[in-house]
């Protein structure tokens, strides 16, 4: 007799869930990538959100930082089919590594396009598997950013009201003083 998932479908496996990863710096983490982790989690039985450690970017937090604040704000939305993990190296190596079958992207607008297409043709020359998902955060994020928190806190500002979870506001407080 096969398992069964939640549905009641039998002969459920792991192998046949569906996997989605959302990569990221998350320098630190906002409520708009909260949004898009929200709507991922809706769509994929497991979403990993990938901490990504860019050479080419001067982090304010340490991957472990960025790693915890995400645990924080993971649990505290309820998103439990949703973990976290690190990696520094080439996307479709990490969704491979862990068996994710898609790739999910967050669109602001349409500037975010162009940018995001290079990467979608370039993964799929990796790996033709792994498909990309847009998706699109509420309206209310649609212009938040990490840079523009990142920016006003560097300026001794404190944070836009509900731009960023609990954990990261007080760690950004803690690092910048406000």
Do not use: W
């Amino acid at each position: 007799m096969g398992a069964t998932d939640t549905t009641g479908r039998a002969d459920y496996n792991e192998s046949a869930m569906k996997t989605a990863i959302y990569p990221g710096t998350f320098d630190p983490v906002t409520c708009g990538h909260l949004d898009i982790l929200g709507e991922a989690s809706k769509l994929f039985d497991r979403v990993i959100g990938a901490v990504g450690v860019n050479p080419r970017k001067s982090a304010i937090f340490s991957v472990d930082d960025r790693l915890q604040m995400m645990r924080e704000a993971i649990y505290d939305d309820g998103l439990f089919n949703v973990e976290v993990a690190a990696f520094d190296g080439l996307t479709v190596d990490f969704a491979r590594e862990h068996d994710a079958q898609f790739i999910v992207r967050g669109l602001r607008a349409v500037t975010d396009f162009e940018n995001e297409l290079a990467l979608v043709l370039a993964n799929e020359q990796l790996d033709s598997g792994i498909k990309t998902i847009f998706v699109m955060p509420s309206h209310k994020y649609l212009y938040l950013s990490s840079s523009i928190v990142r920016q006003a806190a560097e300026l001794g500002r404190r944070v836009i009201p509900g731009s960023v979870p609990p954990a990261v506001e007080r760690k950004l407080s803690e690092k910048f003083g406000f």
